[in-house]
Structure formats: structure tokens, C-alpha cells
């Protein structure tokens, strides 16, 4: 089976832009996780989608970060305007139905913010 | 809030030596998964552990939760220079599906 799709896999914007990132699970995974790592540190929990509710989005820096799952098939998460802390690499995992199952990651989209 | 710790941060290990991560949650957790992160890679899922003081195995990789299950550790036996990467573990925040991860040991591996 397709794993977890992300794209782009590098992005460099100037500071002000709008990025927008999308991620496509693997096909049948309800569950969808959007998370980001800076600087080689932790893996920070941004967002969870269950098909196309949020069902937590406590992990979203602020009101610039916008996720979406229209369909709940691909999300894509929105950073409007991008600032410097914004950059780093986000990752989305993908799993099934509940919450005991492994989550499969995508190679990531590293954003760099100039 | 709900905190997922990680000992050591860093670890250099000449090869053929042994190996543990430990980690340590605030809170009680449902399950506990481990994760292996190549450097320039992604997370790929190793394991998860659910009953209380459960022991699996994987090869060289040995993998424990705590009793009270707020604590995990990996031991991996005789590294390699394939075991590089930066080693996380990850907990359910309670109820929720939401997965807290550690903050991550990474591992190199000098031959």
C-alpha cells in the first residue's frame, strides 16, 4: 500500500508569505496527525483530525496555523502570514480507527522561513 | 500538562556496546509506542506496549513498560552502525488519541 504522502518536501518562503502544506494518509486511515519539529528537538503534536473533524488542535501555535480535511481524505495546513519560529519540519502521520494502532509517518515538509 | 521525558538526550556508544533509553511520563499511560528516527528520515513506528510490565522483543531490541505504566525503557544489545538514528517514545494523552512524544535520545554509533 501508498504510505503517507507529504508535499512539498522543502519550501522556503520570506517571512509575511503564505505556505500551504498538504498531506495525504494512507487511503482508509481515519485518523490524521499533523505535528512539527524544530531544530532537532522534540516532535511537537500540532493537530488530530478524525475523518473530518478536529477532534484536538490544542498544539497549534496560534490563529496564523490553519488545518483542514475537507472530505476527510488529504489535509492541508496553512501558515498565513509566516513568521521566522514557524520554521521547521512538519510531519503527518496517518493511522486507523483507534487509538491504539501505530501511526505511519510522511517524510515531512521542512520549511524554511527567511 | 502532560509531559513525556527521555534519558539520556544524546548518547555515543562504540559499536558492539550496549544501549538503553529510558522514558519517563507525568501521567499514567493507556500504551506506550516507540519510534526510530533516521537523521534526514521520518518516525518509523518499531513497537507498542500495553499491559503493564510487558517485555518484546525485536532481535537486539528489547522493550519494557513500567509497572505503575509511566515508564519505558529500549535496550538494544550489541549496536550497530544501523541503530543511528534518534529513538522516541510516544503516550496517549488520557482518553484522547492524541500521542504525546519524549523528547528523543539519539544514538550514534562509532565503528
Known amino acids: 500500500e501508498a504510505g503517507v504522502t507529504q508535499f512539498p518536501s522543502h519550501s522556503v518562503i520570506e517571512k509575511g508569505q503564505t505556505v500551504t502544506l498538504r498531506c495525504d494518509p494512507i487511503s482508509g486511515h481515519d485518523n490524521l496527525y499533523w505535528y512539527r519539529r524544530v531544530m532537532g528537538k522534540e516532535i511537537k503534536f500540532l493537530l488530530h483530525f478524525v475523518k473530518e473533524s478536529k477532534q484536538d488542535e490544542s498544539g497549534m501555535p496560534n490563529n496564523r496555523f490553519l488545518a483542514e480535511r475537507t472530505g476527510g481524505t488529504y489535509s492541508t495546513l496553512k501558515v498565513q502570514p509566516a513568521e521566522l519560529e514557524d520554521s521547521g519540519v512538519y510531519f503527518c502521520a496517518s493511522s486507523q480507527s483507534n487509538s491504539n494502532q501505530p501511526q505511519h509517518f510522511g517524510d515531512g515538509t521542512r520549511l524554511s522561513i527567511l | 500538562g502532560q509531559q513525556v521525558m527521555q534519558i539520556p538526550q544524546y548518547q555515543h556508544v562504540q559499536e558492539g556496546e550496549d544501549f538503553t533509553t529510558y522514558c519517563n511520563s507525568s501521567t499514567t499511560l493507556s500504551n506506550i509506542q516507540w519510534y526510530k528516527q533516521r537523521p534526514g528520515g521520518h518516525p518509523v513506528f518499531l513497537i507498542q506496549l500495553v499491559k503493564s510490565g510487558e517485555v518484546k522483543k525485536q532481535k537486539r531490541l528489547t522493550f519494557q513498560f513500567g509497572e505503575a505504566k509511566k515508564n519505558s525503557s529500549l535496550h538494544i544489545t550489541a549496536t550497530q552502525t544501523t541503530d543511528v538514528g534518534t529513538y522516541f517514545c510516544?503516550?496517549?494523552?488520557?482518553?484522547?488519541?492524541?500521542?504525546?512524544f519524549g523528547t528523543g535520545t539519539r544514538l550514534k554509533v562509532l565503528a
Open positions: 510516544a503516550g496517549p494523552t488520557s482518553g484522547t488519541y492524541k500521542y504525546i
